[in-house]
């Protein structure tokens, strides 16, 4: 994408110089002192008009970037304060509760990330569609999830063929960078650019792959358009493999909710 953005850029300029070679051209006619046609004056006005336009959509574009950095810089900042914060106010939750003799509950998550494990073989279709609207049609792909009773209900019905818990920040961030499409135009696009989030989400105010991220992780208003923008993450099998994929994950298999341990199996698997 860089080379062509780079290839348009290059485009620009040569027609920017094409047209200050024509616009010099005519008035080197017109100082001859020969009578010059109406149709070439017309040309020559019309030449130097989009010159003019050209330069200025130029700089402008410019302006606008040197301010969408600015404004992600600023954003990115904040979000690292925020998380920052979280952690300490947790960690103050937990000291609390410890000096009064009992211990912290962590809140009920609201984010989950599932990853199909099994294959097709002996499988009912209520189970195949459950696992088609949840966007997993193949072996190891991974999807966010908002948690609610519908989802859970959903996810019960095809346990046995995946696995599932609550990623945390490094996880999210890792998925999304490391494996993270979009879906432009109905096309599967690499994350490669700012720009790609600013023009399929910037309406709903994600302009960058920091504004994406903390959509996800907190399950914020606009997740549902945030995660549909997300393709599925094609996940690779995991380092060191599966301990028995038809067993539950309590029973020391893998299949089912594995909560906050879901985290180092994406490790392995990313």
């Known amino acids: 994408m860089a080379f062509l953005a780079g290839a348009s850029l290059a485009y620009t300029f040569l027609d920017g110089a094409l047209i200050a070679a024509e616009i010099k051209e005519m008035a080197e006619v017109a100082k001859s002192g020969v009578a010059v046609p109406e149709s070439v004056l017309k040309k020559q006005k019309r ?16 302006k606008k970037k040197v301010e969408t950095r600015k404004l992600i810089c600023k954003k990115a900042r904040d979000y690292a304060q925020e998380y920052e914060n979280q952690d300490k106010e947790l960690i103050q939750l937990k000291r609390e509760a410890r000096l009064k003799g009992g211990f912290y509950v962590n809140p009920e998550a609201k984010l989950l990330f599932i990853v199909r494990i099994r294959g097709i073989n002996a499988m009912h279709p209520t189970t195949k569609k459950i696992l088609q609207l949840l966007r997993l049609r193949q072996i190891f792909n991974g999807v966010f999830l908002k948690v609610n009773k519908a989802t859970m209900n959903m996810l019960h019905r095809v346990e046995p063929y995946v ?6 920040l490094k996880s999210v961030r890792e998925l999304i960078y490391k494996r993270g499409y979009g879906k432009l135009n109905k ?3 690499p994350l490669t650019d700012n720009a790609l989030v600013d023009q399929a989400l910037g309406k709903f105010g994600i302009i960058c792959m920091e504004d994406l991220i903390h959509e996800i992780l907190t399950v914020g208003p606009h997740f549902k358009e ?10 690779k099998a995991p380092l060191g493999g599966l301990k028995k994929k038809r067993n539950h994950y309590v029973e020391g298999g893998d299949a089912g909710n594995r909560e906050d341990f879901i985290n180092e199996l994406i490790r392995r698997m990313n």
């Open 163 to 168: 696995t599932y818990g609550y990623p945390n």
């Open 47 to 62: 030449a130097e008009e989009w010159a003019l336009a050209k330069t200025k959509e130029v700089e402008e574009s410019k």
């Open 187 to 189: 096309q599967r696009i």
């Open 226 to 235: 945030a995660n549909n923008f997300l393709w599925p993450f094609q996940l």
